[in-house]
């Protein structure tokens, strides 16, 4: 299934970071019988939805505590019945395109987005789009007030629109106007939220030795951010793969840059990760030598009268911290902790050893907790999961054979009394 088209098109109208502040509107009509709705409209107030509405709860609703407070129950009435409106519009749309390119089945859509941007020095600029199956159609352009077909299929539309120059008119009008009008009303509305400004927390990590290094940041507002690497002092561009900045559900946003290079190269050179974001004073820098590799952690035992040993492996740096609870309390009592070795590939290993009795463990619950600075949080082991070892299992499994050939035995001799033959008096008495 294609990615919708707008999700292609942000990058193409080229959201300039200079722009103080933005608005815009997405709609999208799918072909019906899919599990999704038929139709979608959304409004995103620098980047972050504010309204939405789609064709199953056919209502426009706020997303956006600000937004719910300011706007009244009028103004949500009005736009409901416009995005109905809207919704009509863009189903007959999608019935003549599909028309128009020949298509009588299968799943289709039609798109589009629109808005504004307002910059610091009160530049404005606006952008009106379409695209059908998840490709440019045919857009706007603000400065001729013409339209340009991005399809040989749109040349019919084009040439319609040119010749309606009222239309062109109404356009450009809402975009420099209307819009930005819009954009500010709402800009105020949510000052506070919109230009607070959150650090992010940062942190570098693998899954392990060999594993490529990512420079991960959240939690922080606004939403631009930028993710760089240097190599000896020397940006470098080679072998990195910047993600998708990405919602948390506090409002805040995360981002994460992911960095592939072999060991040897990471113990031969100076790698560092940049961070610089609009909340911070300064950039911040990571350097890979401090990456973090997760543990690998794991409970077991050599039999069931044996000590419990909560083991783990496999991270860096150094520095682990692995403790034991009784019911949820904190315990120190019968617990050894082993020296912390290291591995072949430059990793480490560390164990903790609980003697406990069978009894005990049966009747407490047991865990151990493993703390890492790899770890967004602690790692939590359930001594109730613990590996059983191969002299316990030799000892169930003698236990079900014997039980089992009881149970044949038992019903062996139930069947021979069974098909004894029933006693019978002599004839004639």
Same mark, same amino acid.
Request: proline share 4%; charged share 25%; with cysteine.
């Given at each position: 299934?294609?990615?919708?088209?707008?999700?292609?098109?942000?990058?193409?109208?080229?959201?300039?970071?200079?722009?103080?502040?933005?608005?815009?509107?997405?709609?999208?009509?799918?072909?019906?019988?899919?599990?999704?709705?038929?139709?979608?409209?959304?409004?995103?107030?620098?980047?972050?939805?504010?309204?939405?509405?789609?064709?199953?709860?056919?209502?426009?609703?706020?997303?956006?505590?600000?937004?719910?407070?300011?706007?009244?129950?009028?103004?949500?009435?009005?736009?409901?019945?416009?995005?109905?409106?809207?919704?009509?519009?863009?189903?007959?749309?999608?019935?003549?395109?599909?028309?128009?390119?020949?298509?009588?089945?299968?799943?289709?859509?039609?798109?589009?987005?629109?808005?504004?941007?307002?910059?610091?020095?009160?530049?404005?600029?606006?952008?009106?789009?379409?695209?059908?199956?998840?490709?440019?159609?045919?857009?706007?352009?603000?400065?001729?007030?013409?339209?340009?077909?991005?399809?040989?299929?749109?040349?019919?539309?084009?040439?319609?629109?040119?010749?309606?120059?009222?239309?062109?008119?109404?356009?450009?009008?809402?975009?420099?106007?209307?819009?930005?009008?819009?954009?500010?009303?709402?800009?105020?509305?949510?000052?506070?939220?919109?230009?607070?400004? /959150? !650090?992010?927390?940062?942190?570098? =990590?693998?899954? +392990? @030795?060999? %594993?490529? &290094? *990512?420079?991960?940041? $959240?939690? #922080?507002?606004?939403?631009?951010?930028?993710?760089?690497?240097?190599?000896?002092?020397?940006?470098?561009?080679?072998?990195?793969?910047?993600?998708?900045?990405?919602?948390?559900?506090?409002?805040?946003?995360?981002?994460?840059?992911?960095?592939?290079?072999?060991?040897?190269?990471?113990?031969?050179?100076?790698?560092?990760?940049?961070?610089?974001?609009?909340?911070?004073?300064?950039?911040?820098?990571?350097?890979?030598?401090?990456?973090? /590799? !997760?543990?690998?952690?794991?409970? =077991?035992?050599? +039999? @069931?009268? %044996?000590? &419990? *040993?909560?083991?783990? $492996?496999? #991270?860096?740096?150094?520095?682990?911290?692995?403790?034991?609870?009784?019911?949820?309390?904190?315990?120190?009592?019968?617990?050894?902790?082993?020296?912390?070795?290291?591995?072949?590939?430059?990793?480490?290993?560390?164990?903790?050893?609980?003697?406990?009795?069978?009894?005990?463990?049966?009747?407490?619950?047991?865990?151990?907790?493993?703390?890492?600075?790899?770890?967004?949080?602690?790692?939590?082991?359930?001594?109730?999961?613990?590996? /059983?070892?191969?002299?316990?299992?030799?000892?169930?499994?003698?236990?079900?054979?014997?039980?089992?050939?009881?149970?044949?035995?038992?019903?062996?001799?139930?069947?021979?009394?069974?098909?004894?033959?029933?006693?019978?008096?002599?004839?004639?008495?």
């Amino acid at each position: 299934m294609k990615k919708f088209w707008w999700l292609f098109l942000v990058s193409a109208v080229d959201l300039a970071s200079s722009a103080s502040h933005s608005l815009q509107y997405h709609y999208t009509a799918v072909t019906p019988g899919l599990h999704s709705p038929e139709f979608i409209s959304e409004g995103l107030l620098d980047g972050e939805q504010v309204v939405y509405y789609d064709g199953n709860i056919r209502k426009k609703i706020p997303k956006t505590e600000w937004m719910e407070k300011n706007e009244r129950e009028d103004y949500w009435k009005t736009e409901t019945e416009t995005s109905q409106h809207h919704q009509e519009e863009f189903r007959h749309d999608l019935i003549n395109l599909m028309k128009r390119f020949n298509q009588t089945g299968g799943f289709h859509t039609v798109q589009q987005m629109y808005g504004c941007e307002l910059d610091t020095d009160g530049a404005i600029r606006g952008h009106w789009l379409y695209g059908y199956d998840g490709e440019d159609f045919i857009s706007f352009d603000l400065n001729t007030e013409t339209w340009t077909a991005a399809h040989p299929k749109a040349v019919i539309t084009k040439r319609r629109w040119d010749s309606q120059k009222v239309y062109a008119a109404q356009v450009k009008a809402y975009l420099l106007n209307e819009c930005t009008a819009w954009l500010q009303k709402y800009v105020e509305y949510g000052r506070s939220s919109l230009e607070r400004k /959150v !650090r992010p927390e940062a942190s570098l =990590f693998q899954k +392990d @030795s060999s %594993s490529p &290094v *990512v420079c991960h940041a $959240t939690g #922080f507002f606004p939403k631009a951010v930028n993710i760089s690497w240097q190599k000896n002092g020397e940006d470098l561009h080679e072998d990195v793969e910047l993600r998708e900045t990405l919602p948390n559900q506090d409002g805040t946003f995360q981002k994460r840059s992911v960095l592939t290079v072999s060991p040897e190269e990471l113990d031969r050179h100076n790698y560092t990760c940049i961070i610089q974001h609009s909340s911070l004073e300064k950039e911040m820098v990571l350097h890979v030598s401090r990456r973090r /590799v !997760r543990p690998e952690a794991s409970l =077991f035992q050599k +039999d @069931s009268s %044996s000590p &419990v *040993v909560c083991h783990a $492996t496999g #991270f860096f740096p150094k520095a682990v911290n692995i403790s034991w609870q009784k019911n949820g309390e904190d315990l120190h009592e019968d617990v050894e902790f082993r020296e912390t070795l290291p591995n072949q590939d430059g990793t480490f290993q560390k164990r903790s050893v609980l003697t406990v009795s069978p009894e005990e463990l049966n009747r407490h619950n047991y865990t151990c907790i493993i703390q890492h600075s790899s770890l967004e949080k602690e790692m939590v082991l359930y001594v109730s999961r613990r590996r /059983v070892s191969g002299g316990d299992w030799i000892g169930i499994i003698v236990g079900a054979v014997v039980t089992a050939l009881l149970i044949i035995v038992v019903i062996v001799v139930w069947m021979k009394k069974k098909h004894q033959p029933a006693y019978q008096a002599p004839a004639g008495v």
